[in-house]
């Protein structure tokens, strides 16, 4: 009874109109992935919130490149593309190539290249 009283405050104080639909909840609260699994979304979607991070895919998500060649596109030092690239690397988003003493970056997957299409389309709609 106490329990029932309490969720007629919440809906109360929240603005709700009328009961808490609880076979609706129940029914996301099945599907809601492990807590741990929100938290690793969430730090992947923290990679993506740094801007240098971000051109730096963007730049990937249009060729290969190596860290010289980045740099120089990006205007900034060869230190600092490096790491980016190293955060990139271990969130595996990027992947690298060597060929002879050039290492060669690309997107690690379709699913890269798809988050970065999307938000782009996101953006231009």
């Known amino acids: 009874m106490e329990e029932q009283k309490r ?5 109360e104080d929240s603005g709700a109109e009328g009961p808490l639909h609880q076979e609706l909840i ?3 609260n099945a599907d809601m992935p492990a807590e741990e699994m929100l938290y690793d979304l969430a ?3 923290r990679i993506f919130a740094d ?3 971000i051109k730096i895919l963007y730049v ?3 060729a290969e490149m190596c860290v010289g060649d980045i740099a120089e596109l990006l205007k900034t030092s060869p230190s600092a593309v490096s790491h980016q ?3 990139l690397k ?3 988003l990027v992947k690298f190539r060597r060929e002879g003493k050039t290492i060669f970056y690309s997107l690690a997957d379709d699913h890269v290249r798809t988050i970065i ?5 996101h953006l231009c709609e």
Do not use: I, Y
């Open 85 to 87: 690239l190293r955060v």
């Open 90 to 92: 271990q969130s595996k």
């Open 26 to 28: 129940s029914t996301v």
């Open 7 to 11: 969720r007629v405050e919440m809906a």
């Open 60 to 62: 990937l998500f249009e």
């Open 51 to 53: 801007s240098t991070r």
């Open 117 to 121: 299409g999307m938000g782009m389309e």
């Open 43 to 45: 730090e992947l979607f």
